[in-house]
């Protein structure tokens, strides 16, 4: 069986992450390339932590389940499908999927903490970090939390300070300078994009 080339993909809330996704994937076709999100491992709501006000606090590596993603990644890894029921982010109205992500050349790897778990990180052929300005993320996550998922901009506000940024600090920035791409996506990300599609074509 054909080695699969594993990318990991990290950065700030609001880095534009999906956007980038997007375009890789839109670059090859699904039977060359799938992406494991790590968004769909979050743990119910009951076995999450509260934080000194009663909030909870889903910007922690534990309010994932990391190590199904782990085995996930392997069982990607060793060529067979992963089946996976979509997270709603707390939607009570919207049913939710069941995600299949199939065995490809190409495995993208997506998620705030995947670079702090260990044992995640050494499955990585290739770790990228999506950079961006604090005040641009925020500005980013306002706009997608209030819109996109219906959250009061005051809920978005404190979560951003008393979770999402001390987050950041804690378990994300520092593992920017052990990565091998950055790129950088304060105003635009396209030839980023563009110098990791070609790169990656070599991998085919």
């Given at each position: 069986?054909?080695?699969?080339?594993?990318?990991?993909?990290?950065?700030?809330?609001?880095?534009?992450?999906?956007?980038?996704?997007?375009?890789?994937?839109?670059?090859?076709?699904?039977?060359?390339?799938?992406?494991?999100s790590?968004?769909?491992?979050?743990?119910?709501?009951?076995?999450?932590k509260?934080?000194?006000?009663?909030?909870?606090?889903?910007?922690?590596?534990?309010s994932?389940?990391?190590?199904?993603y782990?085995?996930?990644?392997?069982?990607?890894?060793?060529?067979q499908?992963?089946?996976?029921?979509?997270?709603?982010?707390?939607?009570?109205?919207?049913?939710p999927?069941?995600?299949?992500?199939?065995?490809?050349p190409?495995l993208?790897?997506?998620?705030?903490?995947?670079?702090?778990?260990?044992?995640?990180?050494?499955?990585?052929?290739?770790?990228?970090?999506?950079?961006?300005?604090?005040?641009?993320?925020?500005?980013?996550?306002i706009?997608r939390?209030?819109?996109?998922?219906?959250?009061?901009l005051d809920?978005v506000?404190?979560?951003?300070?008393?979770?999402?940024?001390?987050?950041?600090?804690?378990?994300?920035?520092?593992?920017?300078?052990?990565?091998?791409?950055?790129?950088p996506?304060?105003?635009h990300f396209?030839?980023?994009?563009?110098?990791?599609?070609?790169?990656?074509?070599?991998?085919i």
């Amino acid at each position: 069986m054909k080695k699969i080339y594993i990318i990991g993909i990290t950065g700030a809330s609001g880095a534009g992450k999906t956007s980038i996704l997007k375009g890789l994937l839109n670059a090859f076709t699904p039977e060359t390339i799938s992406l494991l999100s790590q968004d769909n491992y979050y743990k119910p709501r009951n076995e999450q932590k509260a934080d000194e006000n009663g909030v909870l606090n889903f910007d922690l590596p534990e309010s994932l389940d990391l190590e199904a993603y782990k085995n996930d990644i392997i069982q990607l890894k060793n060529g067979q499908r992963v089946e996976r029921e979509e997270y709603t982010f707390n939607n009570a109205e919207k049913k939710p999927a069941t995600i299949i992500v199939n065995s490809t050349p190409i495995l993208i790897v997506e998620g705030l903490f995947i670079f702090h778990k260990e044992e995640i990180s050494q499955l990585f052929d290739l770790k990228i970090f999506i950079d961006v300005e604090d005040f641009i993320g925020l500005k980013r996550r306002i706009l997608r939390d209030s819109t996109e998922r219906g959250y009061p901009l005051d809920d978005v506000l404190y979560r951003y300070e008393h979770h999402v940024f001390p987050a950041y600090q804690q378990f994300i920035a520092p593992y920017k300078a052990k990565t091998d791409i950055i790129i950088p996506n304060n105003l635009h990300f396209e030839k980023g994009l563009e110098v990791l599609i070609a790169f990656l074509k070599t991998k085919i």
